[in-house]
């Protein structure tokens, strides 16, 4: 499998993981680890802000609801931000609502996946918005 991804062009990517979920952050980044990317986590939008600028991740995952800033005010920081507003940033969220949905279009997301999301889900979201838009 981890050949697979290292020839899919995972090897490397910076991947941002944004959730107050110990369990989601600690998942993601197994299966992100695994097919080769370098994965930074934050618990919430605040400790996310400067993990961007100082990592300056290819894809950023944020949760929607979180305490201080959540995920729709840490995306819409995120694309008002000269330097980062080309950073794909994906929603996750437990609900999957059209107003969410929205919402997350709204403030500038590429996709919203709906969690317990999937390997599959997390590598496609990766693949459209990061690996394919580079080609």
């Not at 996310?48 to 894809?59: E, G, R, T």
């Not at 995952?61 to 819409?76: H, S």
Request: proline share 3%; hydrophobic share 40%; glycine share 6%.
């Amino acid at each position: 499998m981890a050949s697979d991804a290292a020839e899919e062009g995972f090897q490397g990517l910076k991947v941002l993981v944004i959730d107050d979920s110990k369990t989601i952050r600690r998942t993601a980044e197994t299966l992100l680890k695994k097919e080769g990317c370098d994965v930074i986590t934050a618990n919430d939008g605040f400790e996310a802000l400067s993990k961007i600028a100082d990592y300056n991740p290819d894809i950023i995952f944020v949760d929607i609801m979180m305490p201080r800033l959540d995920g729709y005010q840490t995306c819409a920081l995120i694309k008002h931000n000269q330097k980062f507003r080309n950073t794909p940033v994906i929603m996750l969220s437990s609900k999957d609502g059209l107003f969410d949905r929205a919402r997350g279009r709204i403030v500038g997301s590429e996709e919203y996946l709906t969690k317990p999301f999937t390997r599959e889900e997390l590598l496609g979201a990766i693949k459209r918005h990061v690996l394919d838009a580079a080609k």
